[in-house]
């Protein structure tokens, strides 16, 4: 995976009407198949005071909504409309793949690993763009500080590595 600029606003702009649409699209589905469920499965005698034993089919009508809100979201996700939305999400997945084994690969880096400086540069680079397309600026600095001491590492062993280096096998490595 390649690192490329992402629109902030466009991103954001995107990413929260789908949030919007994906939520009230849950609410009206699982209103509307727990209502279905209880119709056809549900205790009709109901006392007042008591409970009505519906909770199950409720949830189950909220289980649906949610599969049928995922699997629509899941087939858009190469659609234009959805282009950054999804680069974004696979860079995460990226990322939480890297921390996995950030331990190993610090050590790597630690040996003046050339695969483990490639992983480490495109992790903080990487981070840093998702934190921006965020607003995660808390931690920000953070990911800087780390950024800068691996060029820096990166200078005095005189290697000239860019984010564009990165492959996904390296992982394999470590």
Known sequence: MKLVEVDKVLYRQRLNRVIA????????????????????????????GESTG???????????????CAGALYQQRHRDYFKEI??????????NRIYRKLKAIKLGADKDSHDALIILNFYFASLKLVYLLDDNTLTLNNVDT?????????????????????????????
């Open 146 to 174: 780390e950024l800068e001491a691996i060029k820096q590492r990166m200078t005095s062993l005189e290697l000239s590595i860019t984010e564009q280096d990165f492959d996904v096998e390296l992982l394999n490595r470590f």
């Open 86 to 95: 999804y680069y974004v999400s696979r860079l995460k997945a990226l990322q």
């Open 21 to 48: 649409v994906f939520i009230g699209s849950l609410a009206l589905l699982s209103l509307f198949f727990g209502q279905v469920l209880i119709s056809i499965f549900g205790n009709v005698e109901i006392q007042s």
């Open 54 to 68: 519906n909770l199950h089919l409720n949830f189950l009508g909220v289980l649906i909504g949610f599969a049928l």
